[in-house]
């Protein structure tokens, strides 16, 4: 049987009488880049918490690559974490280590490699993810927000994951440098023949890049193309999509 490569059926989360999710499903496919939206609140974090095996929700099942991910034990997520990358919204670097050492850390932790090979490696994430060589010496401290995105990204894609977790990925940016970095993944998604799942806001990256979209709503999650969830009925979907932003959207890409 071929699996999604993610696949979410029935996730509830609670904490306290809070209830997050209540039989939130999604699943995402090889080589596309699914985005996920929605309001303040609604756990986005939560779910991608849950999805990294961060945190176990009260039900549902979680599937990577085919396998359930929800009761393994921690040294079997291990395993399956050197399967994907991930950055996190602010970048989630090691301040006191250089950008090539932050690379490096997940090769230490699941491969034996010589230093010297190490350091090629990262070198390439380095250059991969649009960084200059020079930046690989450099500590957090001394980047701009847009290479702390870049290096962030360069150590999720160490390993050479199929599938990459992107929280945010855009936000703080530019406009152009935004742009820039939507360019970026498309182009790394098409020559690594990455599948992308991203957590954002950021209507132009929708728009640009993504092939589905998923929108938590009432604790759920509606999933369809870019094309026709902007038609679904919902009140806060149709907000989303035909508001003020979105129609200042429109005004700036003269559609």
Not at 10 to 35: I, K, T
Not at 170 to 191: R, V
């Amino acid at each position: 049987m071929i699996y999604p490569v993610l696949e979410v059926i029935g996730l509830v989360n609670r904490f306290g009488a809070q209830l997050v999710h209540d039989g939130l499903s999604m699943d995402v496919r090889e080589d596309e880049v699914f985005g996920i939206v929605g309001g303040s609140g609604t756990g986005k974090s939560v779910l991608l918490r849950s999805i990294l095996g961060l945190q176990r929700p009260q039900a549902g099942i979680i599937r990577i690559a085919g396998r359930e991910i929800t009761q393994m034990t921690l040294g079997q997520l291990h395993a399956v974490k050197a399967r994907y990358g991930v950055t996190f919204q602010q970048g989630a670097l090691y301040s006191s280590l250089t950008v090539l050492q932050n690379v490096q850390l997940p090769m230490i932790e699941h491969v034996d490699m010589r230093p010297a090979a190490r350091d090629e490696l990262a070198m390439l994430k380095i250059r991969l993810a649009g960084l200059p060589a020079d930046a690989a010496q450099k500590y957090p401290s001394q980047l701009s927000g847009g290479m702390i995105k870049r290096a962030a990204l360069a150590r999720a894609l160490a390993l050479d994951p199929k599938l990459l977790f992107l929280d945010e990925p855009t936000s703080g940016l530019d406009p152009i440098s935004a742009a820039e970095f939507d360019e970026l993944i498309l182009y790394l998604q098409k020559q690594l023949r990455l599948t992308v799942v991203m957590i954002t806001h950021d209507l132009d990256t929708i728009f640009r890049t993504c092939n589905r979209v998923g929108v938590i709503v009432d604790r759920h999650m509606e999933v369809d193309t870019i094309e026709r969830i902007v038609d679904h009925p919902n009140r806060w979907i149709q907000a989303y999509f035909h508001g003020a932003r979105a129609r200042a959207r429109s005004e700036r890409h003269g559609a």
